[in-house]
């Protein structure tokens, strides 16, 4: 009998070579900006998924790419076919040998034995294996199409009624998406989509080997409208009319964020039904600044525009320290911002609970101060007013009433979170303070090597933060 290969494309070096042209393009590629050579890659496993779904054979590929700053490890899906259908023109990945390599779930057949997968709870062998929810009803006729959102993994969008989020950075171990969407759904939280099931792996063979997440499947909103998308539409009102102000003109967003705030008060506490509380001992305050200052020196080392001022905002954390008591701690968003929320008939939903997708695995599902989150909407209603003046030729005026834009949402929506919550995140002022300062630090870094034209709006807010009468 003839030995089965392990794969059913190019040989290991020469996908490697194939991905490693592919790979620094594709948006969730974490290495940017670094020279990268085939030294680079390694392939860790490939398993085979399915062979001939509509005349390709499908594998998955775990690639490790080690740079002198970083390792990380990437999930991709590999269709192999002879012909390329036009449909998947846009997402080849390269030819070996006749056959030619593609992202295959811009493959809406490979995407619809995906879905049928979690439905079934198939396995795939190899440990990669697929569930569903008990309480799930999954639309298995719906058509599975990539979103082409600007994201950190690869999201499907079936029909009106699912999503599956494709992991593409893997950390061993549950990721913190699934495991809150299932504990908030456990506890009867209204402002999360419902988790309808997983696709799931080993990343090393072996007992004891930590079971992964490799994609979630939840409820999708048909309809809805995220939170950037309205807040910016809310700020290019304003600039209709430079005479009015933020209440006067049409499409005054402060209501919006209002409810928001609530939402996300209502978010915090089920996270704490979910996941319970602790309140953070004097040792733990001093580990948490701490860890904010050696990120905020590593940062700096990274962008030059924060390296100068280095000594400022350590400064800045120091004065911190003098008012942290009586912290509260517990399982958090990590990553708030306008795009992670999305405004249905139906209220605020909050998306996306992995955290920021830098940080490791062990901070996205350790227990954090509340105010976090809240610090990460406040960033980000200063985001959208920013982001619409950034052009340095742009009228005074309408820079004066975006920040007045930003001022009047940043009040609406701590207004909003103090109601719902009973505790008004603005009475751990400087708290809230070095929580902003740290996320526009994460900002900076991320506009650096993401966008660096944006640069420039977490950098002003951090130049205003470190000023102690400054406000963001
Ligand atoms: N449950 C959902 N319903 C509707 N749209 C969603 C849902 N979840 C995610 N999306 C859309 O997909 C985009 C990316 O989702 P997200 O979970 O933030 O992925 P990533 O981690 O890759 O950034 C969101 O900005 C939103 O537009
Ligand atoms: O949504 P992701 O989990 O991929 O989050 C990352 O990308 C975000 C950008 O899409 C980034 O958010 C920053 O830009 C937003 C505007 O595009 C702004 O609203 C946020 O306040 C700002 O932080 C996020 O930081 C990053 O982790």
């Known amino acids: ?52 779904v509509s005349a390709a054979d499908v594998e998955q590929v775990l690639l490790e790419v080690t740079t002198p700053t970083r390792q990380d490890l990437y999930q991709l899906w590999v269709a192999w076919t002879d012909h390329v259908p036009d449909r998947v023109a846009h997402a080849v990945i390269g030819t070996y040998d006749g056959r030619t390599a593609y992202d295959a779930l811009a493959d809406v057949n490979v995407t619809a034995q995906m879905l049928s997968a979690v439905d079934e709870g198939r ?40 999503i599956l989020k494709v992991f593409r950075r893997l950390d061993p171990g549950p990721n913190p998406d699934a495991e809150v969407h299932r504990a908030l759904h456990a506890v009867g939280s209204s402002h999360i989509a419902q988790p309808f099931g997983e696709i799931v792996g080993r990343l090393a063979e072996g007992a004891g080997e930590a079971e992964t997440t490799l994609a979630l499947l939840t409820e999708f909103f048909a309809n809805s409208a995220d939170g950037w998308a309205m807040a910016t ?22 209501a919006e964020s209002y409810r928001l705030g609530e939402a996300v008060a209502a978010v915090h506490a089920d996270l704490v039904r979910a996941f319970g509380s602790t309140v953070a001992t004097g040792a733990e305050l001093g580990q948490i600044l701490d860890a904010m200052r050696a990120e905020a020196d590593a940062a700096a080392d990274q962008v030059p525009a924060l390296a100068e001022h280095r000594e400022a905002i350590q400064a800045a954390f120091d004065r911190a320290g003098d008012h942290a008591a009586g912290l509260n701690l517990q399982r958090i968003h990590g990553d708030l911002h306008l795009g992670q929320v999305l405004r249905t ?26 105010l976090r989150d809240v610090a990460g ?51 751990a002022d400087s708290l809230l303070r070095v929580f902003e300062l740290d996320k526009a630090i994460y900002e900076v870094v991320y506009e650096h090597g993401h966008r660096p034209l944006w640069e420039a709006i977490p950098l002003q807010a951090v130049v205003a933060l470190i000023n102690p009468g400054g406000t963001a």
């Open 1 to 52: 009998m003839t030995q089965q290969p392990d794969h059913v494309g190019a040989p290991d070096s020469d996908l490697i070579s194939l991905l490693a042209y592919y790979l620094p393009a594709q948006r969730w590629f974490a290495a940017k900006g670094q020279t990268l050579t085939d030294e680079n890659y390694r392939i860790v496993r490939r398993t085979v998924i399915a062979r001939d």
């Open 123 to 162: 396995d795939f062998g190899s440990g990669v294996s697929a569930r569903r929810e008990p309480d799930a009803v999954i639309d298995i006729g719906a058509m599975g199409l990539v979103i082409g959102a600007e994201q950190s993994n690869t999201s499907i969008v079936y029909g009106h009624s699912a």
């Open 233 to 254: 539409a809310s700020v290019r009102d304003l600039m209709s009319e430079g005479d009015l102000r933020a209440d006067e003109v049409g499409g005054d967003f402060a």
């Open 345 to 370: 008939l139906d209220g605020w939903k909050i998306i996306d609970f992995e955290g920021e997708p830098a940080k490791p695995l062990a901070f996205r599902r350790g227990m954090h101060s509340p």
């Open 377 to 427: 909407m406040l960033r980000s209603f200063d985001y959208a007013a920013r982001g619409q003046t950034i052009n340095p030729h742009t009228d005074a005026q309408h820079r004066y009433r975006a920040a007045e834009w930003a001022t009047r949402n940043r009040r609406s929506f701590c207004d909003g979170y103090a109601a719902a919550a009973g505790t008004d995140p603005r009475h």
